[in-house]
Structure formats: structure tokens, C-alpha cells
């Protein structure tokens, strides 16, 4: 299809989304063209199923103020976050147009972890990502590096959280997930997955891939011309390439104030579509409920 078509086209279904939105009084009605198109193309246009992903990636960040509300990346404690952890979009995508993402321990010390926080912190810079990436990739690839991380990190994690984490990672993120790569895993990797087994989908665990201490099985997936120098890679410096995205993150500080464009409101939720009830006590795929 052409490219003038391509655009053609997307317009016209960024105008579908729009019209259905204003039938849905309870979402937030002024979404980027953008962050639509971006819902749009993780569902491969579909019309319906992108209906339905914009109303969970809404209703679960309504039900998770621990992980999406109050978020200013100049606070205290996002700026200790964004010192000891490195949460890297990489610039070179893979062959395969796979975007890769690093997520790793600047200071291992395990007091300065604080679990909520890195997560409230991670999500900024993904918002960051989905308004000013207008080259969507075909597929998302995160690499954990558990260098440093100790069970004192484990013991840190609240399961409520996770669980809310987990579901909205799998049902709600707009992403095509690909692989899921974890570096250095440590001895304790056991009791890590049995953290996570029981909210994780046996699609998503399907896609995880380890990877021991000094190995170099990470070059059977992921070629080294599209890695950080720190990982044998030439795509620049990983530190260098934190500053610029925190820089970025800094600038959408009144994005993420703007509550309107992140919340729903219960009480405006039409009659027929009532997906926002007991939401994290159900089970199994929420993509099929009722959206109309």
C-alpha cells in the first residue's frame, strides 16, 4: 500500500477512535493522535480490539494510583530512582525491527531500592516513548540485568503491586512483546519466578529467556551492533543515553500532572460497558470483554 494511502487511512481510523471516545464520557478525551495511533498499531488496526485496550490501559492506571498517580520525575524519589537504576529505550532497533529496552542496577544497594518508586519511574519513561516515537517497531524486547541484585532486592517487592504491574504489562501496555531477556540471573532465580508464576500468562513466560553470569547467549537473539558499548555493543554509551531520556522524561513533567489524560471517572461510565468493576479479583484474558 502506499505511503499516502498508509496516512490516509490512519487518519481515518484515528477519526473512528476519536468518535467512539466521545461515547465514552468516562475516558479521558484528550489522548495525543499519536498514543492513538500507537493503541492502534499494537492491535494491528483493529478497530475493536483497540477499543478495547484503550479502556483497560485507562481503567487499570485508575486502579493503580501506586504505580500512576502523583508522578512528577523532579521529585525526590524519582530522581534517587533514575541514580540507581538504569531504564534505557535503546536508538537502533534489531533486524527484526524489534525496539530494545535496558533495564539495570546503577547502585546495587539494596536500601536505596525502593520497588513502588522504579516502577512509577519506568512508566514515565514509556509515556516519554509513546508520544514522541512516531516510528512504531514491529515488536518490544526488555532485557533485565540482575547484576547486583540481591534477595534484600526481593524482599522490597509488595505483591499487590506486582500483581497490578503484571496485569497491566500484559493486557493493557501497547506493545507487541517479543522476548523477554534476564542477564547474570542469580542463584535465587527460583524464588524470583515464583514471585511472578502466579500472575504471569503461559504466553509471556513462553518468551523468557535466560542467560547466565559472563555468557554470551544474549548474541544468539540480539546482535551486538544494536547494543551500548557497557554490553560489547557500538550504539554509544548506556550512561550517555540515560541523561538524554531523563532529560526528556523532565520536560513532560506537566503531562504527567495533567490528571485528565490518564484517569477515568467511574461515575460517567456508561451502563453497558462496566469492565472497570472488580477488575484485579478476575482471571484470564481481558482484551474479549464487552466494549461497546
Not at 13 to 34: A, C, F, M, S, Y
Not at 210 to 229: G, I, K, M, Q
Request: net charge neutral; hydrophobic share 35%.
Amino acid at each position: 500500500m502506499p505511503p499516502q494511502e498508509i496516512a490516509t487511512n490512519q487518519k481515518e481510523d484515528i477519526g473512528k477512535i476519536r468518535e467512539w471516545l466521545t461515547k465514552q464520557p468516562h475516558l479521558p478525551q484528550n489522548i495525543d493522535d499519536v498514543l492513538i495511533l500507537r493503541f492502534l498499531h499494537t492491535c494491528n488496526y483493529s478497530l475493536e480490539q483497540t477499543k478495547q485496550l484503550i479502556d483497560l490501559f485507562y481503567t487499570i492506571r485508575s486502579q493503580a494510583p501506586e504505580i500512576f498517580g502523583n508522578r512528577d520525575p523532579s521529585d525526590a524519589a524519582s530522581q534517587e530512582i533514575f541514580k540507581i537504576i538504569d531504564l534505557v529505550p535503546l536508538p537502533k532497533p534489531t533486524k527484526d525491527n524489534h525496539k530494545l529496552f535496558i533495564y539495570r542496577l546503577a547502585d546495587p544497594d539494596p536500601d536505596k531500592y525502593n520497588f513502588v518508586d522504579s516502577l512509577r519511574t519506568f512508566f514515565m519513561i514509556a509515556d516519554t516513548r509513546m508520544v514522541l516515537e512516531t516510528e512504531f517497531h514491529s515488536g518490544e524486547i526488555p532485557i533485565f540485568d540482575m547484576e547486583g541484585f540481591s534477595l534484600r532486592h526481593l524482599t522490597k517487592i509488595t505483591l499487590p503491586v506486582l500483581k497490578k504491574y503484571m496485569l497491566y504489562t500484559q493486557e493493557a501496555h501497547p506493545i507487541r512483546l517479543k522476548q523477554i531477556h534476564i542477564l547474570n540471573i542469580p542463584p535465587f532465580l527460583d524464588r524470583c519466578l515464583a514471585l511472578l508464576k502466579p500472575f504471569m500468562k503461559s504466553e509471556v513466560a513462553s518468551m523468557l529467556h535466560f542467560h547466565l553470569p559472563n555468557s554470551e547467549t544474549l548474541f544468539d537473539y540480539v546482535s551486538r551492533d544494536v547494543l551500548p558499548a557497557e554490553y560489547g555493543g557500538n550504539v554509544g554509551k548506556l550512561s550517555e543515553m540515560k541523561d538524554e531520556w531523563v532529560k526528556k522524561v523532565l520536560a513532560k513533567k506537566e503531562y504527567f500532572a495533567d490528571e485528565s489524560r490518564w484517569r477515568v471517572d467511574e461515575s460517567k461510565r456508561p451502563a453497558q460497558n462496566q469492565n472497570g468493576k472488580q477488575l484485579f479479583g478476575m482471571q484470564g484474558s481481558f482484551r474479549s470483554l464487552s466494549i461497546d
